[in-house]
């Protein structure tokens, strides 16, 4: 190869040089501002490959990892095989950090032409989370039992009928056949069965018996 040839290719190669680094100047601005859109639970990281080995070149809540510009790059493991340079994304895996927490993964490698020149990684602290969801559940799981349980929500007029029904049952007669005198007794036994006590027996009481809620009081007012 001459020189001039020589000197042309490192001429371009400083060139593709330069435009990678702009691209990751570039991203190194916006790293920090999407980590701050997204909330304090989300990292987010530029890792460069134009160091060996790859390092961080920006960073948005490192407070997450405990990592700065710099820090080294995390070794990635795929089927137990170092794939730390690889060349495809990796969305939503679990990583345990060196304290125990988890945090949710993606991995999304920045490209210059066919080469990988870093990587946006994406890091959800999901440990407490976690720690929520099992603990939801806890509060929501029911206590198992022998036999089956199950509860009914009665209303007030639905009550009323079925006390007022019984009664009329027992004296043989039905509502449309009642004096006046009968409804009085009626509402008699609605009272001390405790029916007055309710929210809305008045008025439940007096469409029942098709009498006005004056009426109803009169009956109840005879009886103190």
């Known amino acids: 190869m001459t020189k001039t040839a020589k000197r042309m290719k490192h001429s371009v190669t400083r060139h593709v040089r330069s435009q990678a680094e702009r691209k990751l100047d570039l991203l190194a601005e916006l790293v920090p501002l999407l980590a701050r859109a997204v909330g304090p639970l989300c990292e ?3 890792h460069q490959n134009t160091t060996s ?9 490192g407070h997450i990892t405990n990592r700065a510009i710099g820090d080294l790059m995390t070794q990635i493991f795929v089927d137990g095989h170092d794939d730390t340079r690889r060349a495809d994304a990796l969305f939503n895996y679990m990583s345990t950090m060196p304290d125990g927490r988890q945090i949710r993964v ?5 490209r210059h032409g066919r080469q990988v020149i870093g990587y946006i990684a994406v890091n959800f602290l999901v440990h407490d989370l976690e720690m929520a969801v099992q603990a939801l559940s806890m509060l929501s799981k029911p206590e198992p039992h022998d036999f089956a349980i199950t509860e009914n929500f009665t209303s007030p007029r639905q009550v009323i009928v079925q006390t007022a029904t019984e009664y009329l049952r027992l004296k043989g007669r039905t509502l449309a056949l009642l004096s006046t005198k009968e409804r ?9 069965r405790g029916i007055f006590q309710m929210r809305r027996a008045v008025d ?3 469409g029942l018996l098709g009498i006005s809620r004056a009426a109803v009081y009169n009956y109840l007012s005879a009886m103190k």
């Open 44 to 46: 987010v990281v530029l």
């Open 53 to 61: 080995p790859p390092t961080i070149r920006a960073i948005g809540n």
């Open 106 to 110: 993606s991995l999304i490698p920045v």
């Open 184 to 192: 009085r007794s009626l509402v008699k036994h609605l009272k001390a």
């Open 204 to 206: 439940e009481v007096a």
